[in-house]
């Protein structure tokens, strides 16, 4: 989305998952996490910008292999990343979310020019 720095990859199978720090012109830090990849092409600590390449994802056939939805991209815009990136949101109440997650459209809105 932005430049910033690869600071975590996780690569269990069907959820591989990259991790990029950012530093906004205002001073905040957020993260953005990828999820649902089938290949990674970057690696931790590696700067990139928007236009890097970071992954592939699953195409509708490989993603039957595990008899789920994965070919899609599950993009997060995260406050804080004290769980690496892991947590999943299904399991967090409202207060929970919002602690650790932007809300997408206030996001775009906010700094999205």
């Known amino acids: 989305m932005a430049n910033g720095m690869v600071c975590s990859i996780h690569l269990g199978e069907n959820q591989r998952t990259v991790v990029v720090k950012h530093k906004l012109k205002d ?9 649902h990849l089938k290949e990674v092409y970057v690696n931790t600590g590696q700067m990139v910008t928007s236009k890097t390449k970071l992954a592939r994802l699953f195409t509708k056939e490989e993603s039957k292999k595990y008899g789920g939805d994965y070919h899609h991209l599950h993009l997060e815009i995260r406050k804080k990343f004290d769980d690496y990136g892991c947590a999943s949101w299904l399991t967090m109440n409202k207060v929970q979310l919002n602690e650790c997650y932007n809300n997408p459209q206030v996001f775009i809105k906010d700094y999205v020019k």
Do not use: L, P
């Not at 001073?27 to 999820?35: D, L, S, V």
């Open 27 to 35: 001073g905040k830090t957020i993260f953005t996490t990828y999820k």
